[in-house]
């Protein structure tokens, strides 16, 4: 697997979910909301379709163990406070 500078910047986050509620890696979230964005991905589904329509590009420098992660995932992670913690680390 690739690292980037994504990895870098955002691989010490903490990650504020239990630990048995951890089925994607918050990095491999974080990188592809970043991307899908980039790419302009609008919402939370399309981030979603986005990580679908790139999963063997994303695949080079995210785990992806299970797959990419539902548009509700996504929307768990921005709503536990990350946006402030990726603030805060740029």
Not at 63 to 79: E, K
């Amino acid at each position: 697997m690739i690292r980037t500078t994504l990895h870098q910047s955002f691989g010490s986050l903490p990650d504020p979910r239990v630990e048995r509620r951890k089925k994607h890696a918050l990095l491999d979230i974080i990188t592809l909301s970043i991307l899908a964005v980039l790419s302009g991905a609008e919402s939370y589904d399309s981030i979603e379709l986005f990580g679908k329509q790139n999963f063997a590009f994303l695949k080079q420098f995210l785990a992806l163990q299970n797959g990419i992660p539902s548009h509700d995932t996504i929307i768990t992670i921005d709503a536990m406070g990350t946006q402030t913690a990726i603030a805060q680390k740029s």
